[in-house]
């Protein structure tokens, strides 16, 4: 069975060429506090959307995270490609800055059943074409914090989006889904993630997971809530390997020593 | 006890706070291991009144989140509240009739019901902007977030174990 490889090198100030995979990047703003590390995953992707009120967080909080560069300067240069939601946050000065700038913006206020992550992550599908979705992956920056609705609506979209390579980015963890029956291997670049993680049996019980590399290693193991859920595991190496017969969030800290700048 | 400070633990032993050390036991969170000692401490004639509330419950790594929104689900039947600056969290245990009686000076009014450890075939609700009606969710399908608490009181029936969330309101002052 073929294996499927995950990495945080987007993490990384560069990422070097014998990093598997590789990878095109997509970064989603949502309206949180921006992680410290964000212009580092901006450098990284291709394409930059903001989530409505995600706008908000890049025009206020990117010059903060360069303090002896001028506000102007920085917002400039940090300008998104799409702004999409249903805009009931962003706010009016911020859109206005942005357009004369360039940055497309997508009304979507029509669709209330879905929620401005979904919008986006839908957007950059569509945009993305057929040959390519296979190395795409999406970063959402500020996904966790706040609301605990609005994390497991984004935790939603990752089980709603099965296929496509999503990961939820906050400044203390990462979260991935990762696909039952699968044999996924975890490449842990300790100097970015780790070591604290866990396995979690998102939507049903999981019969039978099992992993090496871990502190606690799953054997054939039983999951569910009201029972075992890995959490507070340890990744003692560079790999990580799991395989299970029901979809799994992984989740791994991310180390506090990260310069913002890349 | 590998996080409280030293000096931190002194302090608070001059003062008469009891000590307890769990370190050996290493299968439960930290969490777990209050809760068990509060249910053993309750009698229990008392347990049916008693209501655990748990600060800081949310926010920071995600893995602990997951920790402690499972001792919810491990021990169904005590009430025990999450609580964040943002929002609290508890759970629905299933083929009961919920009430929620929404305090809209404190909380409100988004909220949501989420099919925590398996899909939920069936719930109904009352009161809300989106109220449920026989409908089924799930993770990968819907999970009701981004929900509207309309009135006073909030009505719920699930096949299935649910959590509830609600907003805390931002304009709450700090002292009693």
């Not at chain 1, 073929?2 to 987007?10: G, M, Y």
């Not at chain 1, 049903?204 to 859920?229: A, C, H, I, N, Y």
């Not at chain 2, 969290?89 to 925590?116: D, F, M, R, T, Y």
């Amino acid at each position: 069975m073929e294996v499927v490889h995950h990495s945080s090198a987007f993490l990384l100030p560069s990422v070097a060429p014998d990093h598997r995979p590789s990878l095109n990047y997509a970064l989603i703003v949502l309206n949180q506090r921006l992680p410290r590390f964000t212009p580092l995953l901006w450098q990284h992707a291709q394409l930059r959307l903001c989530a409505d009120g995600g706008a908000n967080r890049v025009f206020d909080e990117m010059p903060g995270l360069f303090p002896h560069e001028d506000a102007v300067a920085v917002r400039n240069r940090y300008k998104p490609d799409v702004i999409k939601g249903d805009m009931d946050s962003v706010r009016t000065d911020v859109v206005d800055f942005y357009i004369k700038l360039g940055t497309k913006v997508v009304d979507a206020s029509h669709d209330q059943d879905t929620t401005d992550l979904h919008k986006c992550v839908s957007f950059i599908c569509d945009f993305t074409p057929d040959l390519e979705k296979s190395k795409l992956c999406i970063l959402v920056a500020g996904a966790l914090g706040g609301r605990f609705d609005h994390e497991v609506g984004n935790i939603n979209v990752l089980c709603r989006f099965k296929d496509t390579r999503i990961i939820l980015i906050s400044d203390d963890c990462l979260i991935h889904l990762l696909p039952k029956a699968q044999n996924h291997e975890i490449h842990v670049l300790s100097s970015v993630v780790g070591p604290h993680c866990g396995l979690i049996p998102i939507g049903m019980p999981s019969r039978s997971t099992t992993t090496t590399g871990l502190q606690w290693d799953l054997s054939d193991t039983e999951m569910k809530f009201g029972g075992l859920v890995s959490t507070s595991n340890i990744a003692k190496g560079e790999t990580v390997t799991v395989h299970s017969d029901s979809d799994l969030l992984w989740t791994i800290s991310i180390k506090k020593s990260q310069d913002s700048s890349p | 006890m590998d996080s409280v400070r030293t000096d931190v633990v002194d302090f608070y032993i001059k003062l008469g706070t009891k000590v307890v050390d769990a370190s050996h036991d290493q299968d439960t969170t930290d969490l777990h291991k209050c809760v068990s000692f509060i249910c053993d401490f309750t009698p229990d004639l008392e347990k049916s009144k008693l209501c655990i509330l748990v600060a800081g419950a949310l926010g920071g790594r995600f893995d602990h989140e997951v920790g402690n929104i499972n001792v919810l689900c491990r021990f169904k039947d005590t009430r025990i509240i999450l609580i964040s600056d943002d929002c609290l969290i508890h759970l629905l245990p299933k083929a009961q009739n919920h009430e929620i009686h929404v305090l809209s000076s404190v909380v409100g009014p988004h909220c949501g019901l989420i099919p925590i450890g398996m899909p939920s075939r069936s719930t109904t609700t009352t009161g809300l902007q989106w109220d449920l009606s026989d409908t089924e969710m799930k993770f990968g399908g819907l999970v009701s977030t981004s929900n509207i608490a309309k009135g006073e009181t909030v009505t719920v029936h699930s096949d299935s174990d649910l959590l509830w969330t609600i907003s805390i309101k931002k304009s709450q002052d700090s002292s009693p």
